[in-house]
Each structure stands twice: as structure tokens, then as C-alpha cells.
């Protein structure tokens, strides 16, 4: 389970704002702010979708070991922008038949 100073520095690493976390996550924003100043600690369930929304949004949690707690991107700050523009580009969804394959 993250905490609250992971979740912080998860948002700034993705350049992800609170309220579009809270678009992610369903989350409302008070709930957000109040565990990244750790004044509160939401129900696990909560937690659990912060760091799902993150993840999906190029975050990766570090568990405490010799280094201690951490996060750090999955990928690079081009290969984020890259999915972005991607995932951006809308279209029709289909099957994609690529001969030879």
C-alpha cells in the first residue's frame, strides 16, 4: 500500500494534476489532498485505486527495502509522452490485420 508522500511525488513525476487524478481514480480531491498532507488515512479500498490509477498512468511504487520506499516512472518522460499522444488519437477500434503476421 502506498502512502501519502508517494502519491505526491507519483502525480508530479506523471505531470498528473490532482483533479485529473481525481478523474482517474473517482476519487474526490479532498480525500486526494488529505492523505498527500498526511492528515488523513483512507480505507485501503481508496488507497488501492490511487495506486492503480497511478500505475496506469506511468507510475511505478518501489516497496521498502535497502533504500527505502520510492517511485519512480515505468517509462521515460518521451516514451510517456509518446503513449499519451497515442492513447489521445480516438479513432474506430478494430482488428488490426497486418499481412505477414
Known sequence: MITGSQCRAARALAEI????????????????????????TPAQEVISTLQSSLEAAGALFLDEGERGLGVQLKFTRSEARRLSVLESEGGLVANDEVPGV
Do not use: P, W, Y
Not at 494534476?17 to 498532507?37: P, W
Open 17 to 40: 494534476s490532482r483533479q485529473l487524478l481525481v478523474t482517474l481514480s473517482g476519487i474526490d480531491e479532498d480525500t486526494i489532498a488529505r492523505f498527500e498532507r498526511k492528515l488523513e
